[in-house]
């Protein structure tokens, strides 16, 4: 049976939660050799606290199989408006036929709406990209990040390169 809820990390099960953050880091993060996964759960909590993280997840059987996390706040730009900026989004691959990363993100929109959140920005990686599933929804592609990993690895270092 499969649920979607929203859950907050002072009431969740850890052990669930590092195991699926752990494949998510191992299938597509970058730049792993030189920045390893060490989420800062101290911030984490202070934010759930504040009102600004939301986290929703799909839970098969009471398993956790997928997440959407989000920071929630008025925008620097728009002050009377609400937007939620994705952490992370992730379904494990035996969950990603059929409907199940459609159906997480439909309820948290609606609970997000419920919450006064005007704009939903969800970030997808260029090398494992969803776009086809967003546009679908009805997102639209609104900027282009570049990133620029800075720590050189260390036989480039002791090359002088």
């Not at 953050?21 to 800062?40: F, G, R, S, T, Y």
Request: charged share 30%; proline share 2%.
């Amino acid at each position: 049976m499969i649920t979607y809820q929203q859950e907050f990390l002072s009431s969740s099960e850890g052990k669930d939660r590092e195991k699926l953050l752990n494949a998510h880091w191992e299938e597509v993060a970058l730049n792993k050799d030189k920045i390893k996964l060490n989420p800062d759960y101290d911030r984490y909590y202070e934010l759930e606290e504040l009102g600004i993280l939301k986290i929703f997840t799909v839970r098969e059987s009471g398993s956790l199989v997928g997440y959407f996390a989000c920071f929630v706040m008025p925008h620097l730009h728009y002050k009377d408006h609400y937007f939620a900026t994705n952490d992370v989004i992730y379904i494990s691959p035996e969950h990603r036929r059929g409907f199940t990363a459609l159906k997480l993100i439909k309820f948290a929109e609606k609970c997000l709406k419920e919450d006064g959140v005007s704009v939903i920005q969800i970030n997808t990686k260029a090398h494992k990209s969803f776009s086809p599933l967003l546009e679908r929804m009805g997102y639209n592609q609104n900027d282009i990040l570049y990133g620029k990993c800075l720590i050189e690895d260390s036989v480039n270092k002791r090359k002088g390169v």
